[in-house]
């Protein structure tokens, strides 16, 4: 099937390469910067959800495209969870198939890690874990909601307004206090028990989650 794929894609003017195995395709995104890799769940050796995960463990952002037989609900989420970007079941339309190819090629690379990091901070959103250098960190829901706004905007200053549409639905008025509340509990947890200032206030525009210095 790959070789037939790729004979399709080729004819339609992609310019495509493939490889047998889990094992291989890090070494080939590694060393080449595609501009989307789809890859099947049922390889040889390590599967393609742990070759999604090494590959964002490794820094590789090209889009990813998960294509399988396997079409259960868990599979789905193992697969987005693990830093795919879309998800294929066979049988498929090979036009479906160049059609998503596409549309995750426009999207582009840029960093879409699966855990995000500031520091030594670092939130997991699918498995809804937050650490600081290495100690579990238990938060509420809406704690959890807004340290992620923070940590997908690392050095950006977000109004209590920003912070708001993200973390909460629109019964909070803009008025109200309760992001100025959630960012004491927050600085409670995350910052005061490790002698950390990373949440900061702009007076006047808002709060940031400070990035580290440069070593």
């Known amino acids: 099937m790959a070789r037939l794929l790729q004979r399709g894609l080729r004819d339609d003017g992609f310019v495509t390469d493939v490889c047998g195995s889990g094992e291989d395709a890090l070494w080939m995104a590694g060393s080449t910067p595609y501009d989307a890799i789809v890859l099947d769940v049922m390889l040889p050796g390590i599967d393609g959800f742990e070759t999604c995960r090494r590959l964002r463990a490794d820094q590789v952002w090209a889009p990813i495209l998960i294509l399988t037989a396997r079409d259960s ?6 697969g987005l969870d693990g830093g795919a970007d879309d998800y294929l079941a066979k049988p498929f339309s090979f036009a479906e198939l160049e059609a998503r190819i596409r549309a995750l090629v426009r999207r582009g690379s840029d960093a879409r890690p699966t855990v995000l990091r500031v520091g030594d901070l670092e939130l997991d959103p699918a498995g809804r874990r937050v650490a600081r250098a290495g100690t579990e960190i238990s938060l509420s829901a809406k704690e959890f909601a807004l340290l992620e706004t923070f940590m997908r905007n690392p050095g950006a200053v977000l109004s209590r307004l920003q912070l708001l549409e993200h973390a909460w639905d629109y019964e909070y008025e803009n008025r109200s206090n309760v992001i100025d509340v959630y960012v004491r509990y927050l600085r409670e947890k995350i910052d005061r028990p490790f002698g950390c200032e990373s949440i900061e ?9 400070r990035e580290p210095a440069p070593s």
């Open 201 to 209: 206030t702009v007076r006047g525009a808002g709060y940031r989650i």
């Open 73 to 78: 609900v868990e599979d789905r989420v193992a």
